[in-house]
C-alpha cells in the first residue's frame, strides 16, 4: 500500500496511460482525446447558430462521461491517495522559481498564482483566465490535445499528430524560456 | 476509464504545474518519461489490434479516423502550446485538478471552454 501512497514514477504511470488507448478502441470502438470534450459542452450548453457548434452532441456523449471519470478520479487520488503531496522537483527549478516569485511549493500548483485570493490579480488573471483562453482556443484549432495528438496521433503513426506534438512543445519552450520569467515576477 | 485516467494523472504527478515547468525546462525527464512510455504503450497496441484485427466488444472492426493536415495543427499548436506552459495543464489535467479540489481551477476550465467558442465562432476567418 505504501508504493500506492507515494508519487508513480514514470516507467509506470506512463504504461498505464497508454493502456487507455487500446482499452477505449476495444471497449467502445473510440479514440482517445479529451479537449473534445470542451466542443461537446459549448454544443450542449451554449445555444447558437455557429456551424462548427452545430452537430449531434450526444452520439459523442461517452466523451462526457470520461470527463466526469476524471474528475472523479482526481477527487479519488487526492482524496484517499494522498495526491496532493509536495511534488520532489528538480532543486534547480526551486531555486529559479524563488527567485521569480514563486514562494509555495507545497502542493501539486503553486498557491501563489492558482488560488481564489491570487485570481484578483494581475498574475492570477493572466494564469488562469488567459491561459486558459490559450489551452481551449489552441486545442481545438490544432484538432486535439497532449492525448488526442500526441497520445492517440502518434499512436496510429499520423503524421499531422507528429507536427502538433511538436508545436505543443514549441510553444511551450517559448513561454517557459522567454515570457513566463517575466509574468512571474508581476 | 475515466475515473482511472484521473487517478494516475493525479499519482504520477502530470497534472502538476511545478511537473510542467521542469519538463519544458529540461530539469527533469519525468514527464517525457510519462508521454514516451504512454505512446510506446499505445503505438504497441494499435499495432497488435491491426496486426491481428482484434475487433471491439461490440464485434465492430475497430476504427481510427484518419487525420488530415491542416495549418490549425500548427498556429493552434504553439496557441496551446504557450497556454500549456502557462496553466501548467492541458485538457485532462484540468478536469483532475478540478476533481482534486483546486476549484481555481473552474475559472481555467470556463476559459478554456471559452476558447473553445471563440474558435468556433471565428473558424471560417482562420487560416487552416
Known sequence: MEFIQKAWPWYVSGPLIGLIVPA???LGNKTFGVSSSLRHICAACIPSKIPFFVYEWKKESWNLFFVGGIVLGGFLATRFLSGN??????????????EEGIRDFNGLLPLDIFSLSALFTLRGIIFTVFGGLLVGFGTRY???CTSGHSIMGLSSLQWPSLIAT?????????MSWLILPYLLKL | MGIFFGIILIKSQAVSWFRIQEMFRFQSFHMYGIIGSAIIVGMLSVW?????GIKALNGEAVQIPEKK???GNVYGGVIFGLGWALTGACPGPLFAEMGGGFYVVIITFFS???GTWLYGKFRAKLPH
Open chain 1, 166 to 174: 511538436c508545436c505543443f512543445m514549441a510553444g511551450g519552450f517559448f
Open chain 1, 142 to 144: 490544432a484538432g486535439g
Open chain 2, 112 to 114: 478554456a471552454i471559452a
Open chain 1, 85 to 98: 503531496a509536495s511534488v520532489a522537483i528538480n532543486p534547480k527549478l526551486t531555486e529559479v522559481l524563488r
Open chain 1, 24 to 26: 477505449l478502441l476495444l
Open chain 2, 48 to 52: 497488435l489490434i491491426k496486426r491481428f
Open chain 2, 69 to 71: 493536415f491542416h495549418w
